[in-house]
């Protein structure tokens, strides 16, 4: 009797296996097929795609992650595999992804809106793309998204309000598109936000004062656009903050002092605007800060003091400005600094001595003040320097032998001064020197035979000086 008793067993186990077994069958074949109309839709002149195919296991198609326990596809990531084509809406049907990255590829047309069914999505990165169209306000469905970066694509239209339904977004990146419009104020309710960036695009309007808010802050690029008004003080509230664009916009105004409180600042760069008013001693507080952007205003006053604080700053650019007063002579305790620009200001006085301290120095541009007295020798000692612009100021004495050492040295900018004296034969030993400007001064004596060994040379610019000699080939 027992085996008439274990024979309906065996086929009940057999057909509750089969029952268990088939929606996962039927979900894997139908992710499959999703999948393949997915590359279908991508034009078949590139090799990337080529284990999407029917006879392999769905995930271990190239740039698919599965779930291990159902087994169902959880991300795309089809980075940098030179797509091109469409993006078919098909990708909506894929319930359980949870990221997709079809960054850096060539893909075009539209953004399905399909994409708006994903309600587990939380990463989406379709940068670097020639996508079109304006950014789809079904986003704002996508509740479990965190990470949204559709930058340097084709998109136009304004930003929309209706992304700050997505309240646990911390990177949103929309730049280097075609958006116009303002920057909506409800971006300021995205509490949760760390990177925002807009810039590189055709933006106007102010910048709301409510991004303030936005606590968490550690990246704001509102670069390259046309934003007009002043920079809020609000934004020295964002004590999270390491990176600062505003630079290339239309920005009006004086320099908040409220951003001396961004104590973690490494980059500020609001250069090319119409600032007026005076660098605020404050940003001498600033002491994590790494870059110093604030070229081509309307600067007024003199160079902070306290701007000798910033111990870890490499870049000082405060070019094309009306700073008036001396070149402080604490900037010589600035030991990381590789450039300091200058020029085309007001400066007067001499150049400090100090600077000799700036050892890694590489690049030196002061020309276009009103600079006196002799150039110091001490700059010899900084062997790094590949750029050195002294030019269209009331610089007199001689040229420093020690200006020999500058191995480095790829251009050397004199003119338009009162030096005197004969040039150093050590300039000979510039072997990687292209420039060399010493015209409009007051040289004297045999242009001098050494600078041949000047093998890289290519442009000599001595005239309207008092030397004689041959041109060195």
Known sequence: MAPLFFFPVMMLSISIFSISALPHSLNHQHQQQLLLQFKDAISHNHTSLLDWNPHRPLCNWSGVTCDLSSHSVIALNLSHMNL????????????????????????????????????????????????????PT??????????????????????????????????????????????????????????LYLGDSDLTGTIP???????????????????????????????????????????????PTSLGNLSK?????????ELTGTIPRELGMLTHLQVLYLWKNNL????????????????????????????????????HLQIIYLYKNNLSGTIPSSLENLSKMRELDLSENGLIGPIPPELGMLTQLKLLHLFKNYLTGTIPSSLGNLLKLRQLAF??????????????????????????NKLTGEIPVSLEGCWMLERL?????????RIPR
Not at 265 to 273: F, I, M, V
Request: proline letters at 4%; hydrophobic letters at 35%.
């Open 84 to 135: 091109d084509g469409t993006i078919s809406s098909v990708i909506g049907n894929l319930s359980s992804l949870r990221s997709l990255d079809l960054s850096n590829n060539a893909l075009t047309g539209h953004i399905p809106p399909q994409l708006g069914q994903l309600f587990r999505l939380e990463k989406l990165w379709l940068y670097r793309n020639q996508l079109q169209g304006t950014i």
């Open 415 to 440: 003119s338009e001064n009162q030096l005197s004296g004969k040039i150093p034969d050590s300039l000979g030993s510039l072997h990687q020197l292209r420039r060399l400007y010493l015209r409009h």
């Open 300 to 335: 007024s006053g003199t160079i902070p003091t306290s701007l000798g604080n910033l111990s870890k700053l490499s870049e000082l650019e405060l070019q094309e400005n009306n700073l008036i007063g001396t070149i402080p002579r604490e900037l010589g305790m600035l030991t």
């Open 209 to 255: 004062q409510i991004l303030g808010n936005l606590s968490a802050l550690v990246i704001l690029e509102l670069d390259n656009s046309h934003l007009t008004g002043t920079i809020p003080r609000e934004l020295g509230k964002l004590t999270h903050l390491q990176v600062l664009l505003l630079f290339k916009n239309n920005l009006s105004g004086t320099i």
């Open 138 to 195: 079904f986003f704002s469905a996508c509740r479990s998204l965190y990470d949204l970066e559709l930058s340097h694509n084709q998109l136009r239209g304004s930003v929309p309000p209706e992304l700050s339904r997505l309240t646990r977004l911390k990177y949103l990146y929309l730049g280097g598109n075609n958006l116009t419009g303002t920057i909506p104020h409800s971006l300021g309710n995205l509490s949760a936000l760390a990177e």
């Open 461 to 469: 610019h001595l005239s309207y000086n008092k030397l004689w000699g």
């Open 265 to 273: 600042l490494r980059d500020l760069e609001l250069s090319y605007n």
